[in-house]
């Protein structure tokens, strides 16, 4: 069996998934530590923060791209922190126990986790 056919099995996808769940909750609550506006009350917060956040990036957030096109290319794509910002504040909206006290808290939030999240997804895949 080639190697190749593990990525595309079912149990493969579910891992995977999983494990990217468990990464962006652990980048959260790291995240909520450094950041003064961004707060978890537990680790299931973090749990069910995390989950919403990839719902809401699943679904919201292409729309949203898609609606502020316009300004993203006359910001040449700055405005993608903006809109990240809002989608965890919207995010944050919905679970209780996370939470986000303003806009600039939720634009910084945003950029960290991205980073934490990217860090740890290099040294689980390694």
Known sequence: MPVYQEYYSASYRRRSWVIRWLVTAIALLVTAAIVPGVGVDSVFAAL????????????????FLFLTLPINFLTLGLFTFVLNG????????????????????AVFGALLLGIVSSIINRIARA
Do not use: C, Q
Not at 55 to 63: D, L
Not at 86 to 105: D, E, I, R, T, Y
């Open 48 to 63: 069910f923060a995390a989950a919403a956040i990839g719902i809401v990036n699943a679904f919201v957030r292409p729309v």
């Open 86 to 105: 809002l989608m965890l504040a919207l995010a944050a909206f919905f679970v209780p126990g996370f939470h986000v006290s303003g806009f600039f808290s």
